[in-house]
């Protein structure tokens, strides 16, 4: 196996082990077997260790979104919004509603001062997804003010409505909040 496609599939699994379990209920050794990679990879490619690892599996679910994002958004922000809560509806329904988001696990979880790599990332990927989201609405409308307030808004909604899918094994909230989104969305970019 080539060097970088096992360092992917770590990436990879440590992704999917963070959507499904958070940072801090993962050890290292779990990501590599859940990989199928030997655990002394595993600090070959990430020596920073299980920080690292998660940060690089954060980055992963971030360009995963923006390229998301970025082939829907030029038809205008309703379509970028719907491709968002497609994505999210797929996962959630994929996992049988046992995974959610890897950076918001990240995010919502303990992490030491100085080894803050991983939130540092989750930081990232929102900002990235809030300035695609709001550039959208900016282009179709909007003020710059009311794109980014709703391009918060749109983020916010859709990773905590994962969390409700998750914890009713249903994706009536996702629904809903879509719906409720679409309408702000319309309301931002309707310009007089």
């Given amino acids: 196996m080539a060097q970088s496609d096992a360092r992917d599939r770590l990436v990879a699994g440590a992704a999917d082990m963070l959507r499904r379990r958070g940072l801090n209920a ?36 971030d360009a995963l979104t923006v390229r998301k994002l970025t082939a829907e958004l030029p038809s205008g922000p309703v379509d970028g919004l719907r491709a968002f809560v497609a994505m ?10 046992e995974a959610g988001c890897p950076v918001l696990a990240v995010s919502v979880e303990d992490q030491p001062a100085d080894d803050d790599e991983p939130r540092r990332a989750a930081a990232e990927a929102f900002d990235h997804w809030t300035d695609l989201l709001a550039g959208s ?20 909604a859709i990773e905590g409505t994962v969390a409700m899918c998750r914890a009713q094994r249903s994706v009536r909230p ?12 319309h309301a931002v970019i309707a310009v007089d």
Wanted: proline share 3%; hydrophobic share 45%; net charge negative.
């Fill in 26 to 61: 993962t050890s290292v050794r779990e990501l590599a077997k859940h990989s199928g990679a030997p655990l002394g990879s595993t600090y070959h490619y990430f020596p920073g260790g299980k920080s690292q690892l998660a940060a690089e599996a954060v980055r992963l679910a």
């Fill in 88 to 97: 999210w509806r797929k996962i959630v329904v994929d996992s049988d509603f």
């Fill in 137 to 156: 609405l900016c282009e179709h409308g909007a003020t710059a003010d009311a794109a980014d307030r709703t391009a918060t808004l749109i983020v916010a």
């Fill in 174 to 185: 996702l629904d809903q909040t879509a719906e409720a989104l679409e309408a702000v969305v």
